[in-house]
């Protein structure tokens, strides 16, 4: 009797000291519900987020800034080879300026033309010419700077001459006036004729050295006219020696240009313009009509020019907008910047048969112009946007939610299981 009330009381400390089960259960069962309420709230968070954000659908096209003014396709005339290439892209061109020469010429078994040999012989002559006339004209400076000093001495010496000369008729015009006053004393016998006789004998001396003077001074003058005419005439022989090998010197420069003439071609510029679109190199083989450069009229606003496959154009309408970047400036660090398309060309251009001025189109394409926002770009730095440079130009062709473009494929498949 005495042990029951013990064991029961061991019996209710153990189960006492045991965890209880049902709490358990409850802790569980309220987790459960608050990582039920949160899946559904993100559920519905990330339904919304697809619903609303809107995918655009885009394709890109190739393209090149260009002038919008007029333009001048500068093209190959026939089957020829560059020569020599004279301008490079975003150069400034007059009408008139020589672009670039073709060559049709023709090398023998060494790789020389045929007419190498006469140009040879034409810069040979040319080459003696140039070296007679040289030596001619330092033959005929020496000559004239002699002349020069001897006119120089004879100016000097008629200095001289007038100066003496000034001085001996100062003399002889007080002798004049001495020998009067004698006369007049001879004349009141105050004088006597031997001394009036010596005076007048001085006095004609003194007449004579004055004129001798006089004949000095004029063969002088006259010695200097020889030598101012020989100093002319040796000019104008030195001038006319010049103009004769000058012309000897252009009739070999256009023997030689015939002899060119004959073995290639000049493009020049048919008007004032920016060089742009420059797709050829010297040595390259040209065919019939491909297109080499364009002139574009300057101080006209830039457009951006995209080719545009066939499988899209039919997508696209004037007005529509379309985002360009360009190859010279990553849009990562610059950004794409917005046109809006102002034309569409109505019929296709097959690149096999005509050249454009932009790399890797396979397919027939279509001419797209678009009006530029703004002319320059932004980024670590800011530059101006120049005619010729390259671009990729995106076109949206379909605005979707994000839910509709992931469910897309799907949607398509069945439309062509139906």
């Known amino acids: 009797m005495s042990r029951e009330p013990a064991l029961f009381r061991q019996q209710v400390l153990l189960l006492q000291q045991q965890p209880s089960e049902r709490g358990t259960v409850i802790t569980q069962t309220l987790s459960l519900k608050w990582f039920s309420l949160a899946a559904a709230l993100l559920f519905l968070l990330l339904l919304y987020l697809l619903l609303m954000t809107r995918y655009k659908e885009t394709i890109q096209a190739r393209g090149v800034l260009q002038a919008a003014g007029s333009i001048q396709t500068v093209t190959a005339p026939a089957d020829l080879r560059l020569e020599k290439i004279l301008v490079s892209q975003g150069q400034q061109v007059s009408k008139g ?176 313009g920016v060089v742009t679109g420059v797709t050829v190199a010297a040595g390259e083989a040209l065919r019939a009509n491909q297109p080499l450069m364009q002139i574009h009229e300057p101080g006209s606003s830039l457009q951006a020019v995209a080719y545009v496959p066939s499988s899209v154009v039919g997508k696209l309408v004037p007005g529509q907008q379309l985002l360009l970047s360009f190859d010279a400036f990553s849009h990562m660090d610059y950004g794409r910047y917005p046109a809006r398309i102002e034309a569409i060309g109505r019929f296709p251009i097959d690149p096999r048969q005509q050249l454009l001025p932009v790399p890797a189109v396979n397919e027939p394409v279509f001419r797209l112009t678009a009006s530029l926002e703004q002319h320059y770009v932004q980024g670590p730095d800011i530059y101006p946007l120049q005619s010729g440079l390259l671009l990729s130009a995106d076109f949206v062709t379909a605005e979707l939610s994000l839910i509709g473009f992931i469910l897309k494929p799907v949607l398509d498949l069945r439309g062509r299981l139906g």
């Open 97 to 272: 300026q020589t672009l670039a020469i073709l060559s049709r010429r023709l090398f023998d078994q060494q790789g020389r033309p045929y007419s190498w040999m006469e140009i040879r012989q034409l810069q040979q002559q040319r080459t003696l010419l140039e070296n007679e006339l040289r030596l001619s004209e330092q033959f005929k400076s020496a000559e004239l700077r002699q002349l020069q000093v001897q006119l120089q001495a004879r100016d000097k010496l008629l200095k001289a001459l007038y100066s003496d000369q000034q001085l001996a008729r100062e003399q002889m015009t007080l002798s004049q006036e001495q020998l009067d006053a004698m006369g007049t004393l001879l004349e009141q016998a105050l004088l006597s004729r031997a001394d009036y006789r010596r005076q007048r004998l001085a006095h004609l001396n003194i007449a004579r050295q004055f004129n001798e003077q006089s004949r000095d001074i004029e063969q002088l003058q006259q010695e200097i006219i020889r030598l101012q005419t020989q100093l002319e005439a040796l000019q104008l022989e030195k001038d006319l020696l010049r103009l004769k090998v000058e012309g000897q010197l252009e009739e070999l420069a256009f023997q030689r240009e015939q002899l060119l003439q004959q073995e290639s071609l000049t493009l020049v510029a048919e008007q004032d």
